[in-house]
């Protein structure tokens, strides 16, 4: 009888047996031989390839519409003009870091510095009514203007138009503030006449400029959103009445075109050249006296600006983006400070500019022999013609000279920056408070509709070219720090050093030409 056949299932128990003995062996061995590292074992790797930065959720873009409907023609402010917590934190953590602000932010500082220690009083703004303006007060973001004065080349209006920009761009972000406006060239509050155990509270008047005995707080000038023709309709119940003025674009525009039209410096006439009113001061008068003749050529080319010939022209002479055709433009003073500074810096021509008292937001920012070449206000001819003999022999340091007065405008001034020092002057300003402003009695409510709907023609096109469409994409930039004593009087040396380095130049430029002649 024969024995039955092992079943399938014992032959793979056995067989699964002996393989097991066989690895027991092979460690064993590999241990008494000394060899520990394990054998390589095939596996399957997923591999993950990130992008070298991950995407940011893009930004919400968020506008303003003008609402100029024909119910907005009462120029009533819409109940929900801006609303103040439109921005969540998620946009704010999305936000690219601010970039650091110019230098001359610095002198926000030195500005509000009288009112360091006692803090603003209510008091102290009012008592500065006898020479403002007009009065502005913001609550929570929306702004209130009380007029005491009518204003001359509309600048007032173009001044509430840039704050109302201002609130459009950093809705909810504006404080709370209450400040007093003098449009003036000249500032007024000297500060010999706050000083003293009998002085009385300074008051904190906003103004264009100031000056070295005065302690004005300085904002930024009207014309960085224009200046436009005419109104058809009178805006009676704030007191603007709008008369012809020149068709000055607003400075964003007016940067653009001078980009498409720039000028190689050596392509341009190499000629010292100033256009304006002479009659307005003395030192105008004596630049005058430098003018080409066919006894003496000063290497200047003056030309009166005759404003009743460009009205009844429309202005067409007056392009200031086509005014620099010339390697040296001069800057000069008039009455007080002139708002043409800006215009001529921004020319990539050498700017000449007469020795000047009077400064506005971003000038002391500018150093001589840097951004400009300093001119003597004692002896312009002399100290002008030298100026065009040195940049005309010193080609490559002339025109360095010319862009970096060019270039502070195209990208310390550009209008990023103005609302960013707008916004600090304003917050740093709102700080100093020592009370909760109120809406004056007589005070109406501007907006920009308010402004903007009853707008025509080339004034209405300005407006809607400098409007700001909505919120930014970035915060201000960082606030920098204040001087400290020594840092300020090395800058102020520095600058006094510069000048005197030039005036010595030039005493050796004519004792030379004495000694020849």
């Known amino acids: ?31 008494i031989s000394g060899n520990t590292s394990p054998n390589p074992i095939l596996t399957t790797t997923t591999i993950h390839v990130y992008p070298s930065e991950i995407p940011k959720k893009p930004l919400r873009k968020i506008q303003f519409s003008l609402n100029c409907t024909s119910g907005n023609l009462t120029r009533i402010c819409p109940a ?15 936000r690219p870091p601010p970039a650091a602000c110019p230098d001359y932010f610095r002198w926000i500082h030195e500005d509000l510095r009288p009112w360091k220690e006692t803090g ?8 500065g009514r006898k020479t403002a303006h007009f009065r502005l007060v913001i609550i929570e973001g929306r702004a209130y203007v009380e007029r005491y004065r009518r204003a001359v080349h509309n600048r007032d209006f173009y001044t509430l138009w840039g704050i109302l920009q201002l609130l459009r761009r950093y809705p909810g972000k504006i404080p709370d ?86 000028k190689r410096w050596m392509d341009k006439e190499a000629y010292a050249y100033w256009k304006g009113n ?9 630049l005058v006296k430098c003018n080409v003749s ?105 025109q360095e000279i010319g862009k970096a007065g060019s270039d502070f405008t195209q990208e310390d001034l ?32 501007i907006c920009s509709e308010t402004l903007a709907c009853p707008a025509i023609e080339i004034q209405k096109k300005f407006m809607m070219e400098s409007m700001v469409k909505g919120p930014t994409d970035v915060s201000p930039c960082d606030m920098p720090p204040p001087y400290d004593a020594l840092a300020l009087r090395t800058l102020l040396k520095k600058k006094a050093n510069s000048i005197s380095q030039v005036e010595l130049w030039e005493k050796r430029y004519w004792e030379n030409q004495a000694k020849h002649n």
């Open 278 to 286: 002479p009659t307005l001061a003395p030192t105008r008068r004596d």
């Open 414 to 445: 550009k209008m990023d920056h103005v609302y960013d020092y707008m916004f600090h002057l304003l917050s740093e300003y709102a700080k100093l408070m020592r009370y909760k402003p109120i809406i004056p009695e007589r005070a109406i409510e």
């Open 1 to 31: 009888m024969k024995s039955p056949r092992p079943s399938r299932w014992r032959f793979i128990i056995y067989g699964s047996f002996f393989v097991v003995l066989l690895c027991i062996y092979h460690s064993i061995s590999e241990c």
């Open 177 to 262: 503030l209450d400040l007093m406006f003098n449009w003036a060239d000249t500032p007024v509050v000297k500060s010999v006449d706050y000083s003293g155990p009998n002085a009385t509270a300074l008051p904190p008047l906003f103004r264009y400029c100031g000056d070295d005995a005065t302690l004005e707080i300085v904002f930024p000038d009207w014309t960085f959103w224009g200046c436009g023709k005419r109104l058809r309709d009178y805006l009676r119940e704030m007191g603007i009445f709008f008369r012809p003025e020149t068709n000055i674009k607003p400075w964003e525009e007016f940067l653009k075109d001078l980009k498409k039209g720039e």
């Open 294 to 398: 066919h006894k003496q050529d000063w290497g200047v080319r003056l030309y009166k600006q005759d404003w009743n010939k460009e009205k009844q022209e429309g202005f067409k002479q007056s392009n200031l983006a086509s005014q620099c055709m010339h390697r040296y433009k001069i800057y000069i003073e008039g009455v007080g400070w002139s708002v043409s500074e800006k215009y001529i810096l921004a020319c990539n021509s050498v700017t000449l500019l007469v020795k000047s008292r009077y400064y506005d937001f971003f000038t002391r920012g500018l150093m001589p022999m840097h951004h400009y070449w300093p001119i003597n206000e004692d002896d312009k001819c002399r100290s002008l013609k030298f100026a065009v003999e040195w940049g005309n022999s010193h080609k490559q340091k002339a």
């Open 80 to 94: 929900n003009y801006y609303p103040t917590n439109f921005l969540h934190s998620q946009d704010d953590r999305d």
């Open 120 to 127: 603003i009083t209510r008091d102290a703004v009012e008592s």
